[in-house]
Antibody
Framework: EVKLQQSGDELVRPGASVKMSCKAS????????MHWVKQSPGQGLEWIGT????????SYNQKFKGKATLTADKSSNTAYMELSRLTSEDSAVYYC?????????WGQGASVTVSS | DIVMTQTPSSQAVSAGEKVTMSCKSS????????????LAWYQQKPGQSPKLLIY???TRESGVPDRFIGSGSGTDFTLTISSVQAEDLAVYYC?????????FGGGTKLELK
């Protein structure tokens, strides 16, 4: 069974950074890309970027360049996303999702709340 | 960026009804070399992660009931639920994967009448 297990919810101060993880199991990690998607409260879905773990290549939505940094650790089958200089606009649920073209498996989501 | 526009934004339905929802893209999602439309549909139930329903505009993901039917080509696409069940109440999103950045429509929320 394909599973993407995301790290827990975070409460962070404005201006801080947060790094979340997405541990993959049930498939060969390097056979697929990993996407990250943002869902602001009561809103739709917004693609942040994708990483191809096999060749460590990333592609970002221009809107999130400088905000999000995607990495992957092939040895632990884990993808990471770091969000920097957090503001209230970054409060959202963040999902990792497997796939090159379509996103055929999703993590459970991780909520980030930015508040002082 | 390709803009995806979904209508309606919400729809009240009764169990057993046939439902259709629309997704339009700002440019064609049909890749001429393979004649495939780079369009997917996802379902998101309350409190859950999105789930892939349909890709290539009309191919159902494994395990998706056959009451979910995707159609359309180019810039105009439709998701039809032939007979809505209570468990289908959710928000449905279309998404293009023709190019980067990947973009989603704003969603269509199915509610009980």
């Amino acid at each position: 069974e394909v599973k993407l297990q995301q790290s827990g919810d975070e409460l962070v101060r404005p201006g801080a950074s947060v790094k979340m993880s997405c541990k993959a199991s049930g498939y060969t990690f390097t056979d697929y890309a990993m996407h990250w998607v943002k869902q602001s409260p009561g809103q739709g879905l917004e693609w942040i970027g994708t990483i191809i773990p096999l060749i460590d290549t990333t592609s970002y939505n221009q809107k999130f360049k400088g905000k999000a940094t995607l990495t992957a650790d092939k040895s632990s089958n884990t993808a990471y996303m770091e969000l920097s200089r957090l503001t209230s606009e970054d409060s959202a649920v963040y999902y990792c999702a497997r796939g090159y073209e379509v996103m055929d498996a999703w993590g459970q989501g991780a909520s980030v709340t930015v508040s002082s | 960026d390709i803009v995806m526009t979904q209508t309606p934004s919400s729809q009240a339905v009764s169990a057993g009804e046939k439902v259709t929802m629309s997704c339009k893209s700002s440019q064609s999602l049909l890749y001429n070399e393979n004649k495939k439309n780079y369009l997917a549909w996802y379902q998101q139930k309350p409190g859950q992660s999105p789930k892939l329903l349909i890709y290539w505009a009309s191919t159902r993901e494994s395990g998706v009931p056959d009451r979910f039917i995707g159609s359309g080509s180019g810039t105009d696409f439709t998701l039809t639920i032939s007979s809505v069940q209570a468990e289908d109440l959710a928000v449905y999103y279309c998404q293009q994967y023709y190019n980067f950045p990947r973009t989603f429509g704003g969603g269509t929320k199915l509610e009980l009448k």
